[in-house]
Each structure stands twice: as C-alpha cells, then as structure tokens.
C-alpha cells in the first residue's frame, strides 16, 4: 500500500489488519458493554477507538480516490491502444488532418453551443483525435452564432474555446444575435468577438433593433488589420445612433487595409441624420448600403474610386436641387432605391464610364414621372459614354407617350427585367414594350405579388414573349426568359403557378428554343434566379457568401445549391479557409 499523506508507515499494519476486520462477516455486528459504574477509562479508551476507526476512515477514502483514478487511467490506457489498432485512428497525421477539415466542411448546421459540432465531436473522440483536433487551429476558425436556437446555453466559455483555439488564423464569423431579449448575452458574445478583432477576415453581424451592440461595434479598436469583408445588419434607426451630425470622425472609423465588400442594411425607418460606422469607403470594390439621406451619399461618394458594385438605397429625396457630378470610374453594376426624387438625384449627378448594369427601384408609383426618370437614365448614358446593356426597373417605367424616343437613348439594353404589380396600369408600357429596346434578348419578370391563374397582367406579359420571340421588324429574337415572384417574410418559398393558360402557352415555347430559365416542380414555377437576384453575377456573389460561413444551413437557398451543382466556375473544396473567397 501506498505511504498516506496523512500517515507514516508505522501504521500500516494495524491498518491492514482493520480492513480485514471492517470486511469480515462480523464488522457490523460488535457490542459495547456500557460499564455499570462510572468509568473515565472506558470513556476515554473509546474515544480512542473512535479516533482509530476514523483515522482508517480517512485512510481507506484516500485510497478508493486513488484507486478509483487508476482504473480510470488504466481503462483510458486500454482504450487508447484499442483505438490504435483501429486503421483511421493510426492514420498519419498530415492525412487526418485532410479528413478533420473535410469533416469540418460538411458540418453545415454546427454551431460554436451545439455539442454536435464537428470540431467538438473530433475532440472528444478518443485520446489521439483530441491531440490533433486541438493542432489544428482551421478546425476551429469558422465561428456561427445564434444565440436564439442555444438560449439553453447561459455560459460563453464554448465561445471563449472556439476563439483561442482558432488562434493566431484569422476568424470568419457569422453573428445572428438580433433577439433583443437576449440582449446581456448579446453584449458579451460581441465584447468577446471584439477582442479578436484583430483577427477578423469575415464578419456577418445581424443584431436587430439593438442600438447597444452597433455602439460597441462603433466604440471597438478601429484597427482590423485582417478584415476582408462585413456585414452588419440592423433594424430602425440603430447604426444611425452614433456621434451626431455628420462629423469628419463619424467618416474615418475603421482602418482595414484588405476590406474589399461591405454591407450597411437598416431594415425599416431610418434617421438619417446620423451614421455611427463607416468604412473605408476608397478601397472598396463592392457596397450594400442604407445611406440615409440623398446628400449623404453625395457627402462620400466622390470617395468611391474603386467601387466595381454599388447598391444604395436613399430614404428620403434631396433637399437641394443640384449636386456636384461624381465620377466612378469603375462602377459596372449600380443599383439604387428610393423615393425616385433620390434616385434622379444620384443618376442626374454620377459618371460612371463603365457602367453595363442598372437597377431603378422607386418606392413610389411612377406614371407620372416615367419621362424624368427615363430621360435621366438616358442622360447617364450619353454623359458617362457608357453602354447599360441591363436594365432592371418597374414596368411603368415605359408608360408615357415619350417612351420610345427616350427608350432610344439607351438603344443598347440587351437585358431588360420588369418590376410588375397589379396595382398600376400597365398596359401602355405593354404596348411600349413589344418594340422598344431593338437588341433586347433577355426578358425577366419579377412579380411584386403572385399573380393568379387568371392574371390579366400575367397574360399581357406573355404576349409580349409572344411578340419579341417572333418579331415583324428588324428587332432581335428574343433568347432568354425568366419568370419569379417576390416572397415575403410570411412567405419567402413563394412560387407561380404553372397551370394557368398564359404559363402554358410560354412553356410551348421552349420547343421554338426560348430559353425559360427555372423548371416546374409539383405544378409550381422555380426559377433559377431567385426573386431577389437577376443575373449570374448576383449569383455568384451569394454563392461566395454562402461559402464564406462553411455552407450554412441559415443561409441556404435552393437556387445557390442548384448553381453550385452545374457551375463549372465555384468548386469550393476548401471555402472555409480558402482565402480567395473572402
């Protein structure tokens, strides 16, 4: 036996011989014989059995929790070299290494509180797989956040994990934490990304109407050397809550030599006198972003010199006339929403000489001011010496009497999507529509609200197909059509019904060689598109986001996943950390 820590060696024996006697068939069966008189002896010779018995108490509770240890040791022993003569336990290192990180990959609903996250599970799989899962810091560098789906989970210290074992690879991060009942929970998971920040590659923050969580994204060290891409998402008026005014530091806050793409969404009202993160806005090649008001655009656009893609949307018109012009050199693909005052603001002040996409979205109902915001689109074009050959804007658009002669200003629209709704007249842009744009060979309708089998506006679109497919004139043939409807928040999985008489003589078409790009699934219409996407472009660009954050399952939509089957471009092997992605 041992030596104890409480006890010398001289009592060994007698212990020996008290275990035999605490475990012999009599050790529960002694008598004490109280003394008929009075006795300090008896007294004190059993107060020293008692300290006897309690000694070898202490002795034998030292020693089951030693023993109780080795077995657990020797069973771990056991079980290590039993896992050893399993093959994918002994695999090399460098090999099982390449299967952990495709494991990883294919972990698409794993989280940083699911235990059943992959990294987690490798962990805790036998001796060996732990000691190369805790090497490997890519295992861990892809941290997905939802605090509502883990409300089970009151401890961060999974999160703490997950960050210093990523460590020193910088972080991608995808954050829905936008449950403002979670809000004290919300702040630490934030504090604690935050002192990572200097790891940060990609960022997705959607944090709902809570104004605290924008102040510290504000407030935090404005120093990220690694950031690649962002994302914040908000609802109200809360990345709008910051300094006040429009001040020179509200305009200089984060210095992030390789951010390339930003998104700055407000959902709902916003203040527009304010803005409390700003990017560096010289170096970007792709913005998202809810600018508030018009002459807050024109405060920082001259300073968008590099911008590939722009998409802005303006929640109130201008409050001046005129505005200085703007020349963006490299804008391909601009798309701005509005009340349409603001949107003739920025199209009325910007060059943008390589500018091949355009998307016009006003807020309003436009057949009153159609020729306006038709002649300014033409203006662009013949100012900037460009060629939009894509055009996206609501039907009525093309409503006035001056259509076709304006429509001649941008004579060079090859790619022409409608924006349609029942609740405006559009039969005159109809009547427009089976002429004008002599090179157009792509049609796209996107429906604000799904049309029923009986849409009289359904059916004028068709035959505009109709026409455009076989043309009297000397128009181009029409090549490529696609058909979507808007969902709703209610109703995002939204699809037309394909049994309607009108839906039936388009897909007849496809026998003439029309290209009606989606496929009927149960009766309903899946386009390949999406309602919110209308060129491969856009496609490509969710994709690359999708893949950023490990193929989530939050981000899923079946269109990305049928884009990924047939394109010959994407083979996202290694996205997690394939840095070309970011």
């Known amino acids: 036996m041992a030596k104890s820590s409480a006890f010398g060696y001289s009592v060994l024996p007698d212990t020996a011989q008290s275990l035999y006697d605490y475990m012999g068939p009599t050790s529960f069966t002694h008598t004490i ?18 300290q006897r018995a309690q000694m070898h108490a202490d002795i034998y509770e030292e020693a089951a929790v030693n023993a109780r240890k080795k077995a657990l040791w020797l069973q771990s022993t056991v079980n290590f070299y039993k896992n050893m003569s399993v093959p994918l336990v002994r695999m090399p290192t460098e090999i099982l290494t390449l299967v952990f990180q495709r494991c990883v990959l294919d972990d698409t609903a794993g989280h940083v509180f699911s235990h059943r996250a992959t990294p987690v599970v490798l962990s805790h799989t036998c001796r060996r797989w732990r000691a190369v899962a805790l090497s490997i810091p890519s295992l861990w560098n892809l941290i997905r956040l939802h605090i509502e789906r883990s409300k089970k989970y009151t401890s961060l210290d999974m999160l703490r994990v997950w960050l210093e074992r990523s460590q020193p ?20 998971v934030l504090d604690h990304l935050i002192l990572h920040s200097s790891r940060w590659a990609a960022m997705e923050f959607c944090v709902g109407s809570q104004v605290d969580l924008c102040i510290r994204l504000y407030n935090m060290n404005r120093h990220l050397p690694q950031l690649q891409y962002i994302h914040v998402e908000a609802q109200g008026s809360t990345t ?94 601009l798309e701005v929403s509005g009340p349409y005052q603001g949107i003739i603001a920025i199209l009325d002040a910007l060059s943008a000489p390589s500018l091949q996409r355009l998307d016009v979205d006003p807020e309003e109902q436009i057949g009153s001011v159609a020729n306006s915001l038709l002649s ?23 409503t006035s009497s001056s259509t076709p002669s304006l429509a001649r200003e941008i004579s060079t629209v090859e790619e022409l999507r409608l924006l349609l709704t029942a609740e405006e007249d559009n039969s005159q842009a109809a009547s427009h529509l089976r002429t004008i744009f002599r090179s157009l060979k792509t049609l796209r309708f996107l429906y604000r609200e ?43 999985d939204t699809h037309i019904s394909t049994e309607s008489r009108a839906f039936q003589e388009l897909l007849k078409l496809r026998e003439d060689g029309l290209d009606i790009q989606g496929s009927v699934v149960a009766g309903k219409w899946h386009s390949y598109y ?9 496609l490509q660009r969710s994709v ?39």
């Not at 010199?305 to 505005?323: K, M, Y």
């Not at 689109?377 to 093309?398: D, M, N």
Request: charged share 20%; aromatic share 10%.
């Open 33 to 50: 014989t109280l003394p008929e008189h009075e006795s300090a002896e008896a007294i004190e010779q059993m107060m020293t059995d008692m």
């Open 240 to 333: 709008y809550g910051g300094g006040g005014g429009w001040s020179e530091d509200c305009l200089t806050t984060w210095t992030a030599p390789k951010l390339k793409e930003g998104t700055l969404v407000v959902l709902g009202p916003v203040d527009t006198s304010r803005l409390s993160i700003a990017l560096p806005w010289a170096q970007l090649e792709q913005l998202e972003w809810t600018a508030g008001m018009v002459e807050f655009f024109f405060y920082v656009a001259h300073e968008f010199s590099n911008l590939r893609r722009c998409s802005i949307h303006v929640s109130a018109g201008p409050e001046r006339d005129s505005f200085q012009q703007i020349a963006l050199p490299r804008l391909r693909h």
């Open 169 to 188: 690879l910088p972080i991608s991060c995808l954050a829905q934490i936008y449950d403002h009942a979670m809000l004290s929970t919300n702040k630490d």
């Open 450 to 492: 799904l049309p029923g089998l009986d849409s009289s506006l359904f059916s004028m679109m068709a035959g505009i197909v109709e026409i455009r497919r076989h043309p009297v004139s000397h128009s181009v043939r029409l090549e490529r059509l696609s058909i979507d409807v808007l969902g709703t928040d209610s109703s995002p």
């Open 376 to 398: 300014s689109i033409g203006q662009l074009q013949r100012r900037s010496s460009c060629q939009i050959f894509a055009l996206s804007a609501p039907c009525t658009l093309f």
């Open 544 to 582: 690359r986001r999708w893949a950023r954050f490990g193929y989530s399952d939050w981000l899923y939509e079946p269109e990305l996943d049928a884009f990924l089957k047939v394109s010959t471009i994407y083979k996202f092997e290694t996205a997690a950390t394939d840095q070309t992605l970011l």
């Open 530 to 538: 999406g309602g919110i996407r209308w060129c491969k472009e856009d």
